[in-house]
């Protein structure tokens, strides 16, 4: 299925994809620094219990299905996906629809 898409779409449609970008790399920045902090806490102040790797691990989970959702590396997690599934569910929705009238 082939859009045409004004420039003003275009530029909204980039916009948006940099704005994703942005908060991924916001997110990846905030990972790096909280957990650098968090490792120093836990080695300063109780090296004998490494606690510091709970939330190094779960949130890295967290930022790497953000990096792969922005990128777009599985179809599933991007746009194209999501914009597929409305139309599907709306042209379910209408033949639903039509049947009973």
């Known amino acids: 299925m082939e859009v045409n898409l004004n420039e003003e779409d ?3 449609l980039a916009k ?10 916001g997110n990846l920045t905030s990972y790096i620094g909280v957990n650098a902090i968090l490792i120093f ?6 090296p004998e219990y ?3 790797f709970w939330p190094l691990i779960w949130w890295g989970v967290g930022v790497v299905f953000h990096g792969l959702k922005v990128f777009e590396v599985f179809p599933v997690l991007g746009k ?6 409305i139309k599907e569910f709306m042209e379910k929705e209408k033949e639903s ?3 009973w009238q």
């Not at 806490?41 to 109780?46: E, F, G, P, Q, V």
């Not at 194209?80 to 599934?85: M, R």
């Open 16 to 25: 948006k994809k940099v704005e994703s970008i942005k908060g991924f790399y």
């Open 10 to 12: 275009r530029y909204y």
């Open 97 to 99: 629809r039509d049947k």
């Open 41 to 46: 806490i836990n080695l300063y102040t109780s």
């Open 50 to 52: 490494l606690w510091f």
């Open 80 to 85: 194209d996906w999501e914009e597929k599934k």
